[in-house]
């Protein structure tokens, strides 16, 4: 059992950047794989980055590419998410998740944990 928790969200012009935390509790981080999605109003839950347990492996969605990047901190139980460049359209509410494995993960469906999210509104 793993409790997440995620921080750093906020109002942030296009063109900005914002660093999101997702700190871990509970069993050993280093045994799960993490991932962040996001939901924005009316659309369903998507994709957005993966890290394996390792942190060594990571995977991005398109649409992020180039500009986000996800990074995992075992020591300190703690996943990240440093956004840069953002756009209007990267406005939602981003979850972190995880998931016991060795791979990285990017379905839904995938992960069993889950973090209440943080609001991120890019302004144009």
């Known amino acids: 059992q793993v409790q997440l928790v995620e921080s750093g969200g906020g109002l942030v012009q296009a063109g900005g950047s914002l660093r999101l935390s997702c700190a871990a509790s509970?069993?050993?981080?280093?045994?799960?794989?993490a991932g962040w999605f996001r939901q924005a109003p009316g659309k369903e839950r998507r994709f957005v980055a993966a890290?394996?347990?390792?942190?060594?492996?990571?995977y991005y969605a398109d649409s992020v590419k180039g500009r986000f990047t996800i990074s995992k901190d075992n020591a300190k139980n703690a996943v990240y998410l440093q956004m840069n460049s953002l756009k209007p359209e990267d406005t939602a509410v981003y979850y972190c998740a995880a998931r016991a494995g060795s791979d990285f993960y990017t379905s839904f469906s995938d992960y069993n944990y889950w973090g209440q999210g943080t609001q991120v509104t890019v302004s144009s």
């Open positions: 890290i394996s347990r390792s942190g060594s492996t990571t």
């Open positions: 509970g069993r050993t981080f280093s045994i799960y794989a």
